[in-house]
């Protein structure tokens, strides 16, 4: 294919990805329909940490078996929350191995009673590695947090007098190790006469605390034993007319019919299907647009899936409804393309934090963070530095705010991370990720790492692998890693679709040198295209900022300061943004917790917001430049500039 011409990937929708993933089964979205329910088992579960010397007393005692209370004292644990911040026990802020949750439930009768019903728990993440047993029965094992995994249950609550109440224990080890993702390495001091015997402290090699436990829903849903497992949804356009391509997963008979139809957003047909897998026409097409980029943006049609099918033990049904954005992603040398238009990232980067809950999953903290990116102007943010929830995927589906979806591929900052294990491991996770956030039209780029030691050959031959990897499991869509390292250098840029950059000019180094910005960033911007021919993201830039510090002149560590550096980042990036670079990402949208050093006050201060989410000197700002590029770009232009004036803070 011509370095020059535009790279369509969603022109390869109806290949359908025919890599097949390594992981066995679906990971559709738990809905309610009327073959479907679901039972949250959000709220307090029994929570015990094991502070035994080796940490494997739980195993040792199997704890499992018998109610936790039972073994020992026990405390109330919000699900879902991280455990670090809960108590007043500041053993269990810094807690590392394996701490053990456990709920009691009952089920309804019809559940356990309808040998036609499948029973399904699954678990919206568990922070590093997790164990599951049901009754005492060891039912799941998942390596990775960030990422729902699920296990089919009934044959544990379909058996005997009394299944309807079930015991559910959950063990949560988040040690990270050099083959875990993000890594880490155990160091142990023994230098007797500072440290008690065996004493050790968890390394790692990122900039944000290690929260763990289970910090997203858990739930038990049901659909019937032969079910519709899993759909895959591309669409292209042609000429005014849009193209769904989907192919549909069937499991549990291999006699049943499937019935298609997409809906637009007033709830009318607009296309039918049948059988597992077609290509649905939409002629008069909306199209999924961006926010600020249309006049009506996140237009979202409604993919309907009936089956019926036949068993043993008489007829069963099931409905699945997917929400679907047809649009188009593309890349040439010099753009990125949405719908064929030229789309500009101006956006924030993030982190799933705040006060208590950790990286507990909230829906009001939430919603305000929505209401402050639309206020904001932003397009886009990168899921730094792991996948967020999928109630984030869905709300930005529905709000038009971009994504670039990084896996937990953070911290590979040592040659020893560079390992077979690893990156066996890396692909798996890269495979879960795909397969979890395939649908999302939000979704336009994959993340695989971000500041890898990418001048290592090692690490050339990794990021290699991966991004090969991850392009099979998905054609339709451009794979990045974010680098920091020296372009001249650089091993994995080579295998990227678009180049993205994290730099800190006169903040990490030439402190407080505010006139070296421009000359600093106009040389990065021109070797890196020089050497590479790619359309650049600037994906972080930004400086540390205390709330309610000022100095005039501007000096480190104050608003101003920050208002400063963000105005010479600016200067810089329009030089180049209408030739080669497409996208600015600001570091970070809020403050957030990070390990305790002598260079951080109470966490990474280097958010235009506050950890509760007020706002900076740097937020107006940045408001301000993001709605003027907003009135800049908007398509089509001659329609919508007016309206969009209208909704511009400056009018």
Partial sequence: ???????????????????????QGGMLYPQESPSRECKELDGLWSFRADFSDNRRRGFEEQWYRRPLWESGPTMDMPVPSSFNDISQDWRLRHFVGWVWYEREVILPERWTQDLR?????????????????????????????????????????????????????IAINNTLTPTTLPPGTIQYLTDTSKYPKGYFVQNTYFDFFNYAGLQRSVLLYTTPTTYIDDITVTTSVEQDSGLVNYQISVKGS?????????????????????????????????????????????????????????????????????????????????????????????????????????????????????????????????????????EVMQMCDRYGIVVIDECPGVGLALPQFFNNVSLHHHMQVMEEVVRRDK???????????????????????????????????????PVTFVSNSNYAADKGAPYVDVICLNSY??????????????????????????????????????????????????????????????????????????????????????????????????????GIF????????????????????ANETRYPHSVAKAQCLENSPFT
């Avoid at 929708?13 to 890599?19: D, E, N, S, V």
């Avoid at 997409?262 to 299907?273: C, H, I, P, W």
């Avoid at 979704?443 to 031959?461: D, F, I, K, Q, R």
Wanted: proline residues 5%.
């Fill in 1 to 23: 294919m011509a370095r020059g011409s535009a790279v369509a990937w969603a022109a390869l929708g109806p290949l359908l990805w025919g890599c097949a993933l390594g992981l």
């Fill in 117 to 169: 019903t499948r029973v399904v728990l699954r678990i919206g993440s568990a922070h590093s590695y997790a164990i599951v047993w049901v009754n005492g029965v060891d039912t799941l094992e998942h390596e990775g947090g960030y990422l729902p995994f699920e296990a089919d249950i009934s044959n544990l609550v379909q058996v005997g007098p009394l299944p309807s109440r079930l015991r559910i224990t």
């Fill in 254 to 390: 291999n006699l049943f019919k499937l019935e298609v139809r997409l809906l637009d957003a007033e709830n009318k047909v607009v296309a039918n299907g049948t059988g597992t897998q077609g290509q649905l026409k939409v002629p008069g097409v909306s199209l999924w647009w961006p926010y600020l980029m249309h006049e009506r943006p996140a237009y979202l049609y409604s993919l309907e899936v009936q089956l019926t099918a036949q068993t043993s033990l008489g007829p069963v049904s099931d409905f699945y409804t997917l929400p679907v954005g047809i649009r188009t992603v593309a890349v040439t040398k010099s753009q990125f393309l949405i719908n064929g238009k030229p789309f500009y990232f101006h956006g924030v980067n993030k982190h799933e934090d705040a006060d208590i809950r950790g990286k507990g999953f909230d829906w009001p903290l939430l919603v305000k963070d929505f209401n402050l990116l639309r206020w904001l102007g932003a397009n886009a943010f990168r899921t730094s530095h792991y996948p967020y929830a999928e």
């Fill in 439 to 477: 649908n999302h039209p939000a979704v336009v780029m994959w993340s695989v790492a971000n500041e890898p030691a990418s001048h290592l050959e090692s690490a050339g031959y990794y990021l290699k692998m991966v991004i090969a990897h991850t392009k099979a499991l998905d054609p339709s869509r």
């Fill in 505 to 606: 000019y006169s903040w990490y180094h030439d402190y407080g040198h505010l006139e070296l910005i421009q000359l600093q960033l106009a040389t990065q911007f021109e070797n890196w295209y020089k050497k590479y021919q790619k359309p650049i993201i600037q994906s972080e830039y930004g400086a540390e900022t205390i709330a309610g510090f000022h100095q005039d002149p501007p000096l480190m560590f104050t608003e101003e300061y920050q208002k400063s550096l963000l105005e010479q980042y600016h200067l810089g990036l329009d030089q180049k943004r209408r030739k080669y670079v497409v996208g600015e990402l600001i570091w970070n949208f809020a403050d957030f917790m990070t390990e305790q050093s002598p260079t951080r006050v109470l966490g990474n201060k280097k």
């Fill in 610 to 629: 506050t950890r509760q989410r007020q706002p900076k000197s740097a937020a107006f700002l940045l408001r301000e430049r993001y709605w003027k590029i």
